[in-house]
């Protein structure tokens, strides 16, 4: 700005005016006899010759930027990422959860129908949830035999169903049986058709990721040998609920297609709002190829796995 202290005194005047007495460049300009471009290119003078300084505070568990960055690349409707160094997976569950239990308080509203799937990171969140509307949470798939109770769908969907004296559609029966025809027999048993009926409905799923190689998934520890040579020779990179994707996002074919108790892979495409948490490096991998596949309209993750994904 030229050494001029008139002009000096004016860009000042209006930049206090603007940045801190919250005023409109109409306003400032009426009241001042101005134009309001001369307003404009005075607030610009004013930030170019220092008379004006930002300050913002990005401290905190989210890292802002790295967020933001990483909804810009994939096409997100949101993105939270944790602030912090690269760590595994077994460090982020708690800090995870947390920033996943505030998300869902903000987005979800009365009437609002949740899909809930399992894992240690979801009990975390499931744990750090203090309130919620009024909303009927769905278990998406039956339950796992080698997770703890705190972990299983149906425990984490009677939980967060309590914190906003919701109503909770459970499933007490495993993910799936070897037998199609019972498979076929359970699905219209009344407790568990109820549930099922309600997975065209839902508004959000939360979910993890499961890392199929490396081998970091609770449905990969719990699928016999077979099975998993089955799936690993197809190409499986990742699962999101029961449904299994290769590296490019593809789903792969699964015994869970006709075996399963669980959301299906076109019932998850027909769900407004798909939120992954999911972080760790090992499982940056997996996490690509979900977003790749654009299976998930809002991830949560963690700095390490953002710097990785946005090399």
């Not at 202290?5 to 009426?30: D, N, S």
């Not at 869970?256 to 998850?268: E, F, H, P, T, V």
């Amino acid at each position: 700005m030229p050494r001029r202290p008139l002009q000096r005194i004016q860009a000042t005047t209006v930049a206090r005016r603007y940045f801190v007495e919250r005023q409109t460049k109409i306003q400032i300009a009426e009241d001042l006899g101005i134009s309001r471009f001369k307003v404009a290119r005075l607030i610009d003078e004013a930030v170019e010759a220092g008379l004006v300084r930002f300050e913002i505070d990005e401290s905190g568990e989210i890292d802002a930027l790295l967020s933001d960055r990483l909804r810009r690349k994939y096409g997100l409707r949101h993105a939270l990422t944790l602030a912090g160094p690269d760590l595994p997976c077994s460090a982020l569950f708690e800090p995870l959860g947390r920033i996943a239990a505030s998300l869902l308080e903000e987005i979800l509203t009365d009437g609002s129908i949740l899909g809930v799937a399992w894992g240690r990171t979801l009990a975390a969140t499931a744990k750090a949830i203090s309130r919620l509307p009024k909303i009927s949470v769905v278990q998406v798939a039956g339950g796992l035999t080698t997770l703890e109770f705190p972990q299983n769908s149906a425990d984490l969907v009677s939980r967060m169903a309590a914190a906003g004296d919701g109503t909770a559609y459970p499933i007490f029966l495993p993910m799936w049986v070897e037998d199609a025809s019972l498979v076929k027999r359970l699905r219209t048993e009344p407790s568990v058709a109820q549930v099922l009926a309600r997975y065209d409905r839902i508004d959000v799923l939360v979910s993890g990721i499961g890392s199929w190689n490396p081998p970091v998934s609770c449905l990969h520890d719990a699928f016999s040998k077979a099975w998993k040579r089955q799936v690993l020779a197809a190409g499986a990179r990742a699962d999101l609920c029961a449904t299994l994707i290769d590296d490019s996002g593809g789903v792969v074919p699964s015994p869970l297609d006709k075996l399963g108790l669980a959301l299906n892979a076109k019932q998850i495409r027909r769900i407004p709002e798909r939120v992954a948490i999911a972080g760790g490096l090992e499982k940056a991998g997996a996490i690509l190829a979900a977003l790749k596949g654009n299976w998930i309209t809002t991830l949560v993750t963690d700095a390490g796995v953002a710097r990785r994904l946005l090399e």
